[in-house]
């Protein structure tokens, strides 16, 4: 006899009421599905609070990884300090669902998004990010006449070649600008360590990490010696989020993927392959010639990001076993002599955890095989 799994209440994001799946095993799910693994999920949440813990780092988890005010909330219980977001859409997903302490780690360019995030303001304390004069003052325009004072983050490059003031100079500048606009205040510093996924050894992490820290340290000792010393040193980046946490006179982390971990911080090391707590669920549905198996799930469940190798996911209980291939629907496993029947599902642990989470509806929640609950990605597709 099947049992009612909860399902996630959609008007109310914190709390559960019960639903009408009679399902008890992931195998009784239609495909392709997005799994989470709950023991390793809460394993995961705690050990990245325990690192920022121990030395004293304030932990502002990305919750663009997995989209979820349930997750959110659990890395607030585990101790987190508040949540960080991307866009306003994510902003708003989680101010709805009670969140009430963000920063949207990203620079917000143009008058729409302003008006969105003015009542935003009277409901959550918010910060922002800047790395232009220009983005500066479009803000300040907005703002400046409302009576309210948005805080604003200076973003460095510490190496990753995006977004960021390249220098000292640049990022005094922007200070200065932020400090003397209405409507504004500087509240801080911010770096993201995206080079740190081309470091392949913990030694090279080590090193990519101490130079992140170093690097956003060194501005915040030259603007606090124009008496503009930075309140908050935030830094991100799953992969090195140990070795510049470690170094004293960071503030703050933000990293994102850790949640669940994914092939690609496997390949990195930063996770344990058994540690990672995030795959889709596929079906066999083409055995066409022998060593060639075709899954039901495509880019369109798995994401087309090519973020671990050339390939598109690993099969979970075969390692090494990659989708080489995909279309929109199909993922292409060749070259394999597996012992899968056309109907019989597999687990798929996808390159890039945050992008897959981006393409489905809803998380099934996973606990020692049995389906536990069902919980919205309530952020997904919110990238304005």
Known sequence: MGRCILIFDHANPLWHSPGEIPVTTIHQLDTPALLVDLPRLRRNIAGMQALCDRNGVSLRPHTKTHKSPVIARMQLEAGARGITVAKVGE????????????????????????????????????????????????????????????PVLVEVDTGFRRTGASNSEEALALARAIDQAPGLFFAGLMEFGGHAYNACSEEDRRTVGHAEAATLLNVASRLADADLSPNIISTGSTPSMPFVAEVAGVTEARPGVYVFGDLKQAELGTVLREECALTVLATVVSIPVPGRYILDSGTKSLSSDHYASWTYGELKDYPGVKISRASEEHGIIEGSDLPLRIGDKVEVLPNHACATCNMHDELYVVENGDLVDVWPVLGRGKFR
């Open 91 to 150: 902003a708003e997903v989680m101010i709805a669902a009670g969140f009430d302490d963000l920063f949207i780690a990203y620079p917000l360019i143009g008058e729409a998004k302003y008006r969105r995030l003015l009542p935003l303001l009277e409901r959550a304390r918010l910060a922002v990010a800047a790395d232009s004069l220009e983005g500066v003052a479009m803000m300040s325009a907005f703002f400046g006449t409302l009576g309210v004072k948005l």
